[in-house]
Nanobody
Framework: QVQLVESGGGLVQPGGSLRLSCAAS????????MAWYRQAPGKERELVAT???????NIADSVKGRFTISRINAKNTVYLQMDSLKPEDTSVYYC????????????????WGQGTLVTVSS
């Protein structure tokens, strides 16, 4: 069984930084794209950033210049570095892996982590 486990959320003051981590556990052959989404109270879930297995990143305009996504394939881990945080960044952040391949060719589609809460407040 494959799971995504996020960590690194918490309370931070405006202008501060946090780094989120998401590790995929289990016997994994490969993970294609990985992504971070967020969902604020009363709002729809929105895409924050994606990164391909080759390291190509795309960042949402709302966080461009402040957030950076990266991954270490050997660790099946993706990171979200968040700088210059604003109160409007307060959300539950979710890790997503649209396609995970296990040894033998079994595929998991649409994996989600449990979410980690980020609160930006003074």
């Amino acid at each position: 069984q494959v799971q995504l486990v996020e960590s690194g959320g918490g309370l931070v003051q405006p202008g501060g930084s946090l780094r989120l981590s998401c590790a995929a556990s289990g016997s994994i052959f490969s993970i294609y794209d990985m992504a971070w989404y967020r969902q604020a109270p009363g709002k729809e879930r929105e895409l924050v950033a994606t990164v391909t297995s080759g390291g190509t990143a795309n960042i949402a305009d709302s966080v461009k210049g402040r957030f950076t996504i990266s991954r270490i394939n050997a660790k099946n881990t993706v990171y979200l570095q968040m700088d210059s945080l604003k109160p409007e960044d307060t959300s539950v952040y979710y890790c997503n892996a649209p396609r995970v391949v296990l040894p033998g060719g079994v595929e998991y589609l649409g994996l989600w982590g449990q979410g980690t809460l980020v609160t930006v407040s003074s």
